[in-house]
Every structure is written in C-alpha cells, then in structure tokens.
C-alpha cells in the first residue's frame, strides 16, 4: 500500500464495515485481523480482507475431477452419475 489514495480506500473500507488486516510492514509476518486499526502505516500494512476462495468439484464414476469457479458452470458439466463438492479456503489458525 503506497499511494494515499489507496490508504484512503482501506480506510473507507474501515468505516464502511468491511473486515480489514493488518502486517508489520517489510517482514514476511501473516496477515491478522484487526477490530480497531491504529492507522500506523509507517509500521505497518493494512489491508481488506480478501474473501476466501470458493471452488466446486465435479466427481464422476470413476473418481475423475474438474474443478469450476461457479455453481453455475460446474451444474451445466454434470452428467449422470457425478457428484458436486463445494470447496472453500480458510485460515490455518496455527
């Protein structure tokens, strides 16, 4: 995040109601929750909380996958006899 604008963005992100992360600025440290950001940009990088990944698997007879970005698109490549598994990504709290 460099440009006042996009600090702007995050910010109004903030007051909007959006989640928003935070990471201490120029180290390989994980990105972690922030309830009430301290706006310290000078220490660290904040940022909106991304939406975690949505993916849906199509599983035919034999065991074979594909893997679609949409509902919608994994319905339409079914065929008899195959299976659908809605996969989303999280956290590892370790």
């Given at each position: ?29 994980p ?12 220490s ?51």
């Open positions: 995040m460099s440009t006042t604008a996009e600090k702007i963005a995050v910010m109004q992100a903030s007051e909007d109601g959006a989640e928003i992360e935070h990471t201490v600025k120029n180290k390989t440290l990105w972690l929750d922030t309830d009430e950001p301290w706006w310290d940009w000078v660290f990088e904040y940022r909106i909380k991304p939406e975690p990944l949505t993916l849906w698997v199509v599983v035919d007879w034999i065991g074979r996958y594909w893997t679609y970005d949409s509902k919608e698109t994994a319905t339409a490549s079914m065929k008899k006899g195959d299976y659908m598994v809605k996969m989303k990504e999280c956290q590892d709290d370790n």
